[in-house]
């Protein structure tokens, strides 16, 4: 069936629609002409409009007129060839496509444990392609019946034409007996409608394991439609689909901090730097690497992180930010300046922020247009010379320029390209394998404690089993699992691998308080992130009254805090790797005695 399809491209490319299109013109005019010069010799005492030779010309196309008296000149000959050429080519163009698209769906109707995606776009191209080259099998749902899916079809993806809010076209990818679907349609209302409409086809609680059901959606808070309203929260009952949000962007930002951290260079407790983020443009990329700062932030000093946004509407933007998390300051010292990009006053100010005094600064460039990011970095460049600090510049799908930056800088390594979608991981994010055993394993080890005090999953929907959870809850013991490393730099460790010969940290009672605290103003961060306030206990309401520092915490809540910090080297090891105290040669080493 491959090597079918592989041999229909290679037609198509002889007979594509633009190739029709200009023959049809050819054959208009030579017809004309030809049909012109032949009447003039065969019915000489007669005289034809411009309109009727074009008429004339015009009938070929359905394989008459073209019968005529001797003698037929050149043109008329070639008009009369194309036509019938054109002719078949579409209607061939046309019955293969309608051919393949009719075998598409009946393969797909008895396809068993296959990934749907939803979405002909960027995302939903990559995300299938990545997934075909897993070896599964794919079914695409697009609504746009021309767009070009060669590659994909190559690589054995069925693809359907369909909207996928419908329910048919759901049910003709065969998403009941799927095992996975994941759905980038377009906007979060979109998406979400499409999540709601799988979920309905797909809702059975005998079926394990249950159908995973994967969502673009950027905004956490709309994700929660799709989980029912209990009497203390949202939570998730067995009803054998289980959905999960995702965000590319943000699991890119995620990805880049991870292996860029900004606490490059030791922070101890005592230690006066102040991790700054300096953001050339306000997009949704370097939003997202505010927010992933705002998330894994928390030091062992204590001190916030400084954010800086440049940008022409900064105003607006400072407005839209804090009315989607008002406790924003709670978090980040945040300072918006409404300045040009392009602008020479602003790299001036830009170069007096770098070299504040005890800053340990990270620039990130993301302007509206992309393809403005490049003469904005080029222009920066002399401004960051040999200051060693990281530039992130947003270069989509176009990465080698990256490279060629950091080599005329003469800083490489210094530039790093982020906002990208690319094939290599899209969508492993999605599936969130390594990051979900931790996550898991820390949900359980807090279970476990819950359960020791005698607490019930009734009173606390935290405590639910992960297939239940909601997915506010299952994010928030990611970005608990996300923090891991920055507790692990605090306290002078690195992640080694397995077999490294140094023997396995062991944190003392100084490093287990420092680490306690920085977990708990973690904890605090990501409940005023996703909308909670200080008071009662009500997750519905989304009040606890446990957001308040460290120095007045309650001790049994610092016991669990003091428990997540000793469960780390356990959580590493679940990777395959273990945590040691960091050597003089280590890259980074968190100097705690360094004060």
Known sequence: MVAIRRLYRSYRTYVDWTVIVIAIIAILVLGAIGFQKNLAVTDAGRSYSRATLFYLALQMFLLNSGAVAEPVGWELETARLLAVLAFFAAVLKTAVAVFWRRVDEWRASWARGHTVVCGGEATGLLMAAE???AGEQ?????????????????????????????????AKAGVRDAARVMIAVGDDATNLQVAAATGQLCRDPRRAPPTVIDVHCVDTRMFELLEPVSGLGLVREPAGVEYRRFDPLFDGARALLDAHPLDREPIAACSPLVVQLVLFGFTRESECLLLQTARMGHYANGIRPKVRIVAPDAAASE??????????????????????????RTLTRVDGWLHEPRMLSTVAISPRDADDSLPIAMSLSPYIADSGVPVFVRLSHRPDLARLLAERSGAP???????????????????????????????DDYVRRRVERGDKPADYPAMRPWEQLSESYRESNRHQADHIPVKLRAAGCVIAASDDPRPPAIWTADEVELLAAMEHARWNANRWLDGWRLGPRNDARKTHPKLVPWAELDE????????????????VGLLGRKAVRAAASDRQVARTDSC
């Open 556 to 571: 049994p809540t610092r016991q669990y805090d003091r428990g997540a910090v000793r469960q780390i080297p356990e959580l």
């Open 413 to 443: 390594g210094s530039w790093h390209v982020f906002g990208e979608l690319t094939r290599a991981g899209i969508a492993n994010f999605v599936i969130q394998a390594g990051q979900d055993r931790q996550a898991r394993a820390i949900h």
């Open 138 to 170: 794919v079914v695409l749902i697009d609504d746009v019946p021309d767009r070009d899916l060669v590659e994909l079809r190559d690589l054995g993806a069925l693809a359907l034409v369909g909207d996928a809010t419908n329910s048919a076209t759901l």
């Open 131 to 133: 997934r075909l080259a």
């Open 319 to 344: 407005r839209r930010l804090r009315f989607r998390f008002p406790a924003i300051d709670n978090i980040l010292d945040l300072e918006f300046v409404a300045s040009e990009l392009e602008d020479p």
